[in-house]
């Protein structure tokens, strides 16, 4: 199993980012996926979980301005990140939990400065 997360990099106050995680080893399309970040000095906290149904939801700090979403084709989620704020960097993390296992990607970096 492997996930390798893309589309981080430097925006600023306003701007948009979608991230993308590329899975590999198991088919999304079959399981919850899940996105956290982890601000510098902060706790890993979780952003949203794209179901394996048609339901996805989101932490209240984002709701409205980001969206998660899934390639079944491609094997890949997205998270579409608008309206961002300083507040929004971190790193950020896309999450599989298996039958015996949390799998995690190695994140990809998000800043938003003017």
């Known amino acids: 199993v492997q996930l390798v997360e893309s589309g981080g990099g430097l925006v600023q106050p306003g701007g948009s980012l979608r991230l993308s995680c590329a899975a590999s080893?198991?088919?999304?399309?079959?399981?919850?996926m899940t996105w956290y970040r982890q601000a510098p000095g902060k706790e890993r906290e979780w952003v949203a979980t794209?179901?394996?149904?048609?339901?996805?939801y989101y932490a209240n700090s984002v709701k409205g301005r980001f969206i998660g979403s899934r390639d079944n084709a491609k094997n890949t989620v997205y998270l579409q990140m608008n309206s961002l704020k300083p507040e929004d960097t971190a790193v950020y993390y896309c999450?599989?939990?298996?039958?015996?296992?949390?799998?995690w990607g190695q994140g990809t970096q998000v800043t938003v400065s003017s």
């Open positions: 080893g198991f088919t999304v399309s079959t399981y919850a």
């Open positions: 794209i179901s394996s149904g048609a339901g996805t």
């Open positions: 999450m599989f939990q298996g039958a015996d296992n949390a799998y």
